[in-house]
């Protein structure tokens, strides 16, 4: 089993920052690829940004030159720096593990969520 664990949301004036860290912890193989989710209150959740075991990353657009997703291998952990924050960037942000054990099955893992929102 994959514990993971998502931190640092909160409440931000429009303009702000904030920084999301999800931290995987358990039975670790390999992580093949991280992910921050988001859903809003009457949305489905949607995809914010991924990045692969090989460091390609990938942002949906109306993130792009805001959010920077990045990782530290080492300790197994992720963060999503969040520039320039706006109202409709206001949501519950999941972190979501895709991991490979030792027998080659892939399973995802998501995290209990973090509130981020963001005032006008």
């Known amino acids: 089993q994959v514990q993971v664990v998502e931190s640092g949301g909160g409440l931000v004036q429009a303009g702000g920052s904030l920084r999301l860290s999800c931290a995987a912890s358990?039975?670790?193989?390999?992580?093949?690829?991280m992910a921050w989710y988001r859903q809003a209150p009457g949305n489905q959740r949607e995809l914010v940004a991924a990045?692969?075991?090989?460091?390609?990353?990938t942002y949906v657009d109306s993130v792009k030159g805001r959010f920077t997703i990045s990782r530290d291998n080492a300790e197994n952990t992720w963060y999503l720096q969040m520039n320039g924050l706006k109202p409709e960037d206001t949501a519950v942000y999941f972190c979501?593990?895709?991991?490979?054990?030792?027998?080659?099955?892939?399973?995802?893992?998501w995290g209990q969520g973090t509130q981020v929102t963001v005032s006008s």
């Open positions: 979501n593990v895709d991991h490979s054990n030792t027998y080659g099955h892939r399973r995802n893992y």
């Open positions: 990045i692969t075991s090989g460091g390609y990353t």
């Open positions: 358990g039975s670790i193989y390999s992580i093949n690829a």
